[in-house]
């Protein structure tokens, strides 16, 4: 009995001697650029968590428990707390030893990723860590974990391997990834390979020249591939005029339509502008109905009526027609269109 009292103590013991010798360190959640969702911060915090609550040497608190600590003592942590003295006044609040801090930004197609650990009795920072990373935001959280291994500084922690790994881009992004002719999905996208042998990769998209390239992927290692495919500008000029021939109005054919049905707006009607050809037919059918043979003020007045609709759908209508073909332009993206069309020589310009 004394001999089981005994061991039970001497563990017990030992287990408190080790919680003694952790560092303990606090997390405040990654600040993020606007431009990524707020949800990854906490993601991404939750991972660097679980890496200082595996490592031998430190003990972590829990998000939940200090925000517990935090309301105990009436202090509201705001999203805005990313400066060392901020961060300090925390860490004394919750009496760890150590706090953490730092942020994920973008620049382009790149993550920049800062952490930062803090020593909360003198205030000095212990370590900095950097890092750039391009690939898939999906990817991003073994670069989190070997950011936060390499935060604590302990050389036992081996860097987390990624093996063969190769990252693909593309302008336009979504094109479609052959890898040795095998499909494999769309842009961008991460892949894994067994060995260094070499891949090619071929990338398509429509109205977009074919795309290719041969690879050596190295072990421990992500290879970015960023693609600028080139635009069929020929066959896509001449596609696009085809479309805007086939919906295009024409002056012409609005004109006829207002020396026909110009009272009624006919032309306006045709360019597409139903609201005010509706009005133009109300005004019309009113003036026409007060229409008499013999001369009064009110006929008068019905016949100028009569006459200013014509006119004014004669006018009105071409000027629709105009805006009607512009809104095409640039719904088809065609800064400039000939005024003929041959196959195979098509003057154009296009805006992309």
């Not at 013991?13 to 606090?26: F, P, R, T, W």
């Amino acid at each position: 009995m004394k001999i089981a009292i005994l061991a039970l103590f001497l563990i017990l013991s030992g287990l408190s001697l080790n919680a003694q010798n952790k560092a303990a360190v606090a997390l405040i959640d990654l600040e993020v650029s606007t431009d990524l969702s707020h949800s990854i911060s906490a993601v991404l915090s939750n991972l660097i968590r679980q890496e200082f609550l595996n490592a031998p040497n430190y003990q972590i608190l829990d998000r939940n428990n200090m925000t517990s600590i935090l309301k105990e003592q009436n202090f509201a942590l705001s999203d805005a707390c990313n400066s060392n003295e901020c961060v300090i006044e925390v860490g004394k609040l919750l009496g760890v030893e150590k706090m953490i801090f730092g942020g994920i930004g973008t620049l382009g197609k790149k993550f920049l990723i800062n952490l930062q650990m803090v020593d909360v009795s003198s205030g000095k920072i212990d370590k900095i860590v950097n890092h750039n990373y391009v690939g898939a935001i999906e990817d991003i959280d073994i670069v989190i974990r070997e950011i936060a291994r390499n935060l604590m500084g302990d050389e036992s922690v081996s860097k987390l391997d990624v093996d063969y790994g190769v990252y693909i881009s593309s302008e336009p992004e979504g094109a479609s990834v052959f890898i040795n002719d095998a499909p494999k999905g769309n842009t961008p996208l991460s892949l894994e390979f067994a060995n260094d042998e070499k891949i090619k990769i071929t990338l398509k998209a429509p109205d977009y020249h074919e795309w290719f390239r041969e690879i050596k992927p190295k072990r421990g290692e992500k290879t970015v591939v960023v693609a600028n495919l080139l635009v069929k500008q020929i066959e896509a000029a001449s596609e696009r005029y085809k479309i805007f021939d086939l919906r295009k109005k024409k002056k012409g054919e609005a004109f006829g339509s207002s020396a026909l049905l110009g009272p009624f707006g006919g032309g306006h009607f045709y360019s597409g502008s139903i609201l005010r050809g509706g009005l133009i037919l109300v005004s019309g059918i009113f003036f026409a109905t007060h229409l008499t043979d013999g001369p009064s003020p009110i006929n008068t007045l019905s016949r100028l009526g009569f006459v200013g609709c014509w006119l004014f759908d004669l006018v009105g209508a071409q000027v629709e027609v105009a805006k009607y073909n512009t809104n095409l332009k640039k719904e088809l993206k065609i800064s400039y269109i000939p005024n003929s069309y041959h196959m195979g020589r098509v003057m154009f310009s296009m805006n992309f």
